[in-house]
């Protein structure tokens, strides 16, 4: 099959029960993506399928066919930061980093639909997406930073 990740082609050969997240990390090297609980409840494997916020633990490949794909890999590109990225460096809300690329995805995903986002807009949003360093504070700060640049 043939799945579009990051605006790139690859062909894939999978078995059915697959998920998105084993393909990304095993057969496409895209580590960027974690695996947190594998249950869907910690939002470290979040990415976009179609524009829309996926856990790709529980996501089965297939159904991804012909679907656009974006990882963090794909948020900005080297030397050129995509705003959330700068933002979150700017507001050291990156703490261990594990839960970092799904926050990311959460919260570019809230941008893309709402370009000036009150806290309680990114508390929502960002609610399927848990930080065990507790760095909350520090992600919405960054989210309402990039949001404003993003408008700028």
Not at 44 to 52: D, E, F, K, Y
Not at 96 to 104: A, E, K
Not at 123 to 140: F, H, Q, V
Request: proline share 4%; net charge negative; glycine share 10%.
């Amino acid at each position: 099959m043939q799945l579009t990740v990051n605006t790139e082609q690859h062909e894939v050969a999978l078995a059915g029960h697959e998920t998105l997240l084993t393909v990304l990390r095993e057969r496409l090297d895209l580590t960027g993506t974690k695996l947190g609980c594998g249950r869907g409840e910690c939002g470290a494997c979040t990415v976009l399928v179609g524009g829309r916020l996926a856990y790709s633990c529980l996501t089965l490949a297939a159904a991804c066919e012909g679907e656009p794909i974006t990882t963090v890999e794909g948020l900005g590109a080297p030397g050129a930061l995509h705003p959330l990225q700068q933002a979150f460096i700017d507001a050291d809300a990156l703490q261990c980093g594990f839960c970092t690329p799904g926050q990311l995805m959460a919260a570019s995903a809230l941008l893309a639909k709402v370009s000036d986002p009150t806290a309680e807009d990114i508390r929502a949003a960002m609610s399927g997406n848990l930080c065990r360093c507790g760095t909350y504070p520090k992600i919405e700060r960054a989210v309402l930073a990039a949001a404003a640049v993003m408008r700028s």
